[in-house]
């Protein structure tokens, strides 16, 4: 049993429910107009929660079992170091997106998740303590609001990930951990199926990842995860929560090496019907905490909770405004758009991109660079014109 | 002096400003889970307020002084016409529709406009009077409610539109008339020059184009109708109110003839770095009321609000929440994407569709039916199976 | 009667015959190794007969019924102009082309086609008469060597080709005259109608269209010329000798423009397939002499041929070599090799160009200038590094 | 020495000499007339020695070191088995082949190479007696012909390759072994490595890979061999001959499964700059036997030749007709193509395919069978109606 009351994440995983994550709120506030791109940083929980509530619904109304608070890199090293200007503390900002999870929550049926990410002091070298008194911090708003369960996601080094779930297991609550790598494993070489291991001997219980990579990639990358874990003898639940762009081209840094990213990335995002091949897909190895990152939208989760509404023996209350396989447009005005009200119709589409002078593959940036490089050392302040300089020719010359 | 006091929609076109529109509610809210796409039909202002009032909000941070009632598709005939369960009137949705537009514009510099549509008696060839008689039923609510102006929009046949303004002119209120068409003109194949004399002469102040193709060639048809115009000797404001997808490959029916409509468009969508594009061009042209329709979200208003802020001598709210030309990215973690801090990045950015087994374009259906075709006689139910079938077949012996 | 005794290309045409033209023989040389790119001229004639024979022999045997003599800007002032270094005077190059056409063409059943295209000349300015002598002295030789027919072709200016046709007429010979001209008409904006009116007016008995567009462009603008013939109550023959490259974006001066020409063209290079498509709508619009122009390869003449084997009553030699629509397929080792043998199969294929990282549609560069142009004035050295300079920084800041 | 008097392939391969293939017959003579696609045989070294000689001679003139016979799939098994109906015995299609290559041979710098290639017989699961007996029924002819030097090559499966080195290694002549596989290793999943160990432990001095995959990933799999010969402590020099075709999505049989394969790969023809590129890299990895299989016209090869014109010290003869990098182009009319001659230019081209309705990526065939499956048995005569009913059901159910 959860604090809320209701079954708690473990209870639905053991009985092999499908848990429905939601979307990605960084990316779907910033083009409402409420999240920075750059820093990133969720002050909107606090300073919008008009708008942070009505994501929340959204998703909850299209499917998803899980409101993970939006307090993505509100961290204070990091809200500081991000040009948080608004005064709020760390504290108010993680109290309030507590607060506006819970309430949405309470509306259905939704679980609370409180989550940690990576940080800016793992980056610039500080030491083990130091960046675990900052995920501490976090966790102590989580406690005092009672979330329904953890999750340590979006790390790119497995280490950090291991310290994040060493304190947060020690609040008893349930712990996910998820990291944000591809095939290749975490930025130093690590394999998945490793980074698997380690996560799960550091506690957590369910594992899996999130961002960086589309829901193919990232369903790939969990399987060779679970393949590790059952390996080494031991157990776990899955989860995955992919980007909603395509990212065939990308190397082991993902999208954030795309030329596209983060402001020209529309052509990749993916439809409906690709998500309904994720969910079936991520159902058909294992997964069963299926969600999204960056890109999801409520309609994405729609999809997914309609792909699996057979396995979950419900429709998504948003699945009122939605004809199964695109049958609403029974009731369109022309003859030729009702002609599209079925399934194979949908299935079979390979969507034009409407752009004849773009080509369908990028070439990644790649910096190679990592952490205890110069290059990555985290600084407050906005990088100067005299900083950007050698970026800007470094990357002309590309 | 519009009813609410501010100044009114022509007093700010004849001082020259720029008035920008906001963006499209029945896609936005079907992605969000409030609309059926098919029906197209905006009871959500009634039964989920909430999501309509924060839309709202969102185009008015972003720059938007125009808030459109979403009262698109709501006469009575159409809700009949395509499956309204709930209940709700079309008068009770119009009024509801209006309450949230003026209760969001008093929160800032906005005006509300009324706006009214083609409707499926039109196009099952009702007489004049029948027509007629449907606009002045949902004017009557407009009138109530006393909205600031009138549009009337989105219209495949100049006959309709020009039927629809001699009704909106006899409130006395300022009236836009906006198409739904192309370079080829109107259905019947009215040329747009030749059309906007006739909506002029109809009475509408304001003239152009809304939906249905890309913003290249809407601002082409607006400049078109534009000559038209002024060949003929009168006067008029111009609109634009495009799709927010590419449409290079369209013919005469626009987006609607895509194979991807409406489920499949995502690698269609604008980014910020087009709007600017737009924006620019409308102006250069002489368009000064400058908006959007389908496919529009906030960031897309932002972005035109940020291309004219020199001309309009304001950013808009949710520009705090922008660095203009990916300034906001000089604050990121990793310094290859603090390298697309600039604007000649983005300008020149050909952004890939990660879809590689894609086309860049499509083969529009074409039907070729139009007004008076059987094919295109509306009945209140839901197409049944049978008359599925032959459009199932139809579609695809193409 | 042809002077070679066979039947004459007026003749042929007056009885309703399709005439199969050859293709092109720059570009074939130039991959084979016996031209240079960039002057373009045909010395090969006289230093290499043994490859313009075989190149010859393969479009006989690919079903074409004439051989233009190889002898594309064989005029003295192009070849001086452009860097002739072997020593061989046009007349000489001339004779040697004219000998190598009959030797094949009287190995089966074709006719000898003298041509004369646009001169520097003309580019640079000169009188009426200079131009007028140049293709005089290119004349004689044909005349000497008494070829069947003759032909004016790749003109970008009408009023050249009206001067090649008039010179050309007083021999007494069949004349062809073909511009390189698309929709929008020659370099000084005389509409494809139009120009064609000229042409017949001038003398010409056959006219069209050749190079610089490719097969649909071409067959639809002749299609606009002969429009101009029938609707000025005038009577010709129609020709079409297409590029075998795809191009739809090309603007007002064809393939020229685009940034692959003349190296990187190969992904627009036409399949055997497109091929029998091109010969069907060139001869649905009443085009009878059919053949190909840069780009064509003996199998896309040999697709052309086979095409129109039943009008024609014959199928081409080279077709004993090939299985009609893939048919020699059936002898493949492997069946799913062998499943492609089938005409529904390359019909509906849509092949991949295995270039992710490319896009589908270049911009043409265009400068913008036309004859009288100071930057069109030609000189008989190459461009010096001094004169490049420029030009290479106008091209960088596009 | 060769027995030509020239200096033979492994003296000029031990000096670390450059030596340079030619390019693909089958393929280049299929599209001139004289080669039948289906069955591929080489009937025309008999019944028309003029184009087969032409097209040996168009190699030596753009650089190539190596006139490989013409008799690729010239075994009597094959002859019969693929329709030869001329009456050509395999021994007189090899002994004309032989005749045409050293007769172009002797006008250059060239070395004889007869072939032997894969068997239907060992498809069909016939003994390594009796495949042996085929080899050596065609090696009876160059023995007699005394050839240079000798090529296993075109092997899907390294036991037949080895079969066949055995039987070459007879001879006494030098022997190079080239399989047709790709990184995942031959039909049986033995990979590249151990593929290479075992056709030097067979006898053969060369090893490499021709035909099936692109440029980009032939080199990387005789990297692969070679790491593989390096690692077992073996010693070999390196081939590679790859298509001239872009092939980034195949699956393990290489281009054979491509929907485009064999009449529908114009988009993917490499240009000369991918040639370059592919010299370059070729060398970079110790290759020093460098040429090309289907799709390599002679310009491919001048293109390997320039590239490689300095370690070579001698630029080929063909380049009389070619400028650097587009130098010709400072010979051409328009300003704006003059601009392009110089390197950077056609480096950075991103060639367009002009076919805005195609993809970049196709899907491979794959049907899963190999060697020992009942699909697999051949059969003398053509497929019937009745075989290929079932063929085609298969595939379009794809």
Redo the contacts between chains.
């Keep these: 049993m959860a604090p809320s009351g209701k079954k708690g994440i473990l209870e639905r995983l053991d009985a092999g429910e499908v848990v429905i994550g939601d979307g990605g709120f960084v990316f779907a506030l ?10 990133w940083t969720p002050e909107a929980a606090a300073d919008h929660p ?2 942070v509530r ?1 994501l929340h ?2 998703f909850l ?2 499917g998803a079992n899980v409101m993970q608070t939006f307090t993505f890199y509100a961290s204070d090293d990091k809200l500081e170091n ?2 948080n200007k608004l005064g709020f503390t760390g504290a108010q900002i993680n109290e309030a997106a507590c607060d506006l999870a819970r309430e949405v929550a309470n509306e259905g049926d939704g679980l609370v998740a409180g989550g940690v990410c990576q940080t ?1 002091s793992y ?1 610039s070298c500080k030491s083990e303590a130091e960046v675990k008194a900052i995920f501490k911090k976090q966790l102590d708003v989580f406690v005092k609001k009672d979330v329904d369960f953890l999750i340590a996601e979006y790390y790119e080094h497995v280490e950090e990930a291991e310290w994040a779930v060493q304190v947060l297991k020690e609040t008893g609550k349930p712990v996910a951990a998820s990291l944000c790598i591809g095939p290749d494993g975490d930025m130093h070489g690590v394999s998945p199926g490793d980074c698997a291991v380690r996560l799960v001997k550091a506690g957590a219980q369910i594992v899996g990842i999130n961002c960086h990579f ?1 829901p193919i990639t990232c369903v790939k990358v969990v399987k060779m995860m679970k393949e590790g874990v059952e390996k080494a003898g031991l157990k776990a639940h899955y989860m995955c929560q992919p980007l909603a ?5 990308c190397s082991c ?1 993902g999208f ?18 690709d998500m309904h091949k994720y969910a079936r897909e991520a159902y058909d190895v294992g997964i069963r905490f299926i969600g999204g990152c960056c890109g999801f ?3 994405h989760i ?1 999809a997914v909770a309609e792909e699996l509404a057979t396995e979950r023996g419900i429709l998504p ?2 699945s ?4 199964m396989w ?17 399934r194979d ?2 299935e079979g ?15 990644p ?1 790649s ?1 190679g ?1 990592t952490k205890g490089h110069a ?2 050392m ?1 600084q407050k302040e ?2 100067t014109q005299e ?2 300089k050698p ?2 020719e ?2 002309k010359s590309h």
């Design positions: 910033e083009k409402r107009g409420y999240v920075k791109a750059g820093p008009e708008a009505q619904r959204e109304r299209a991000r040009g800016p980056l589309d762009f395509h990212t065939p081209d840094q954030i090496d795309l030329p596209e990213f983060p402001f020209g990335l529309e052509p990749r995002i993916l439809t409906r019907w939208e409520p309609y729609r209350a948003a009122e405004k939605h004809g695109g049958a609403g447009l029974e009731m369109h005005t022309k003859p030729w758009v009702r002609a599209r009200a079925r119709y949908w589409l390979k969507p034009a991109s409407g752009r004849p002078q773009c080509p369908s593959m990028s070439t940036d910096w660079v290059d990555l985290q906005a990088t900083q950007l970026l800007f470094k990357a």
